[in-house]
Each structure stands twice: as C-alpha cells, then as structure tokens.
C-alpha cells in the first residue's frame, strides 16, 4: 500500500527566504506526482504535476523535482512572499490503470512572516 | 484546465439524517473521484465515481453509507447517509484527465 510523507509538518520563515517542502512516498511503481496548495477553508489549486518519466517542472517562481527510484520529491519555492502561506500537499497517482487515484501525504503548513 | 463547483459549499445537520452533494465539471473528464478531509487531516480517497455503474469504493469505504452516482461524464453525486458526528469532514469532489482539479469543498458538520 502507498504511503506518502510529508516533512515538516509546518515550516515558518521570513519573507524573501526560499521554501523546500520535502515529500517521500514508499512504492515507486507511480504514474504521477502532483503538487497542490490549500488556503485555510477553501479547496485545492494545482500547482505542478510530474509524470513519472520527467525529473522535474518549473512554474514561475516554483519548481518540484521527482527522484522515483529514491521515493522523493521536493517542491521549492523562490523568494518566499507573504501570499505563499498555505498548506501544500504532495499526492502520488497510482499506475495509469488505476484511473489515476492520488494519495496524499499529510501537507505542509507554510508562514511566511512579512 | 477543468472547473469544478460543489453544491452546497456548507451545511449543518442532525444526526440520523442523509445529505447528497452534487458535483458539476464544466468539461468531460475521464474520471471524476470522492475525497474526505477530516479536521486537520490530509485527503483520503472515498471512491472512484464510474459512469453508468457502480462507483468502485476504497478499503472502508461502503456503498451503504456513501451512495454515489454519475449519470454522466460532468455530474456526480454523494449521498452521506445516516450520519454521525464522526463524519463531520470537507467532501471534496475531483475530476482527472490528466492532472488532477479539484472542486472547492463541501464543509459538513454533523451534531
């Protein structure tokens, strides 16, 4: 069964500084990895998907590598601002014959301080 | 990209009672899936809603208590059926092509 882990939990840094949110997830035999962010009550916006073939995207200001054969991935974000505060979610989608189910590591709850 | 709205975004209810969320696509996706995020938890898959036919549901997760249906290749439906506190949770509906959308919620509390 696949397991995905989040560290840490919760990270608080200073406006500017750059964010590296770890994820590890236990069976590598994945199809994708997907980043997302949720703000407190709402939903969960997309942030950046990572077929299992591609070491890593880029979008703006953040960028997620894959390492599949280790089990890891790592979203950074650059020059961390204010508006970056949320929890973000690392979820791997499972062979493509499963539909794509995701499974979500517990998240990372992000302060960025002004 | 896919939008997804979910009807109604709140609600409040005694126990014992049932509530059905809707779930609407404004695009054909491939597959569309159930999730619940309990208090301070991360997502869990509930169910994989199938087109026509029965939803295929997770490991504790029965068509009893979570009735689903999707008519159709937009819409879905969640049944929360005789309900308790303990399923007090946000009810997110999802839609995948490729990637992943999710719809804004469902914020239920159970007393």
């Known amino acids: 069964k696949q397991e995905v882990t989040q560290i840490p939990a919760a990270l608080s840094v200073p406006e500017g500084e750059n964010l590296v949110l770890n994820c590890s997830f236990t069976?590598?035999?994945?199809?994708?990895l997907q980043w997302f962010r949720q703000d407190p009550g709402k939903g969960l916006t997309s942030l950046l998907l990572?077929?299992?073939?591609?070491r890593e995207q880029t979008s703006g200001r953040l960028n997620a590598s894959l390492d599949k054969s280790s089990g890891r991935s790592t979203l950074y974000i650059a020059a961390s601002q204010p508006g970056d505060s949320a929890t973000y979610l690392c979820a791997v989608g499972l062979i493509k014959a499963a539909g794509n189910k995701l499974t979500f590591g517990g998240g990372t709850r992000v302060l960025v301080k002004p | 990209s896919a939008v997804i709205s979910q009807k109604p975004s709140r609600d409040i209810c005694q126990r014992g009672t049932s509530l059905t969320i809707q779930c609407q696509v404004d695009?054909?996706?491939?597959?569309m899936f159930w999730y619940r995020q309990q208090p301070g938890q991360s997502l869990t898959l509930i169910a994989t809603?199938?087109?026509?036919?029965?939803?295929?549901?997770e490991s504790g997760f029965v068509i009893d208590k979570f009735p689903i249906s999707r008519p159709n290749l937009t819409f879905s439906t969640l049944t929360v059926s005789n309900m308790s506190p303990e399923d007090s949770s946000i009810y997110l509906c999802s839609g995948s092509s490729e990637l992943q959308f999710f719809g804004p919620g469902t914020r239920l509390t159970v007393l």
């Open positions: 069976d590598s035999a994945i199809y994708n």
């Open positions: 695009s054909q996706v491939t597959m």
């Open positions: 990572i077929q299992s073939s591609q």
């Open positions: 809603a199938n087109q026509g036919s029965e939803a295929t549901y």
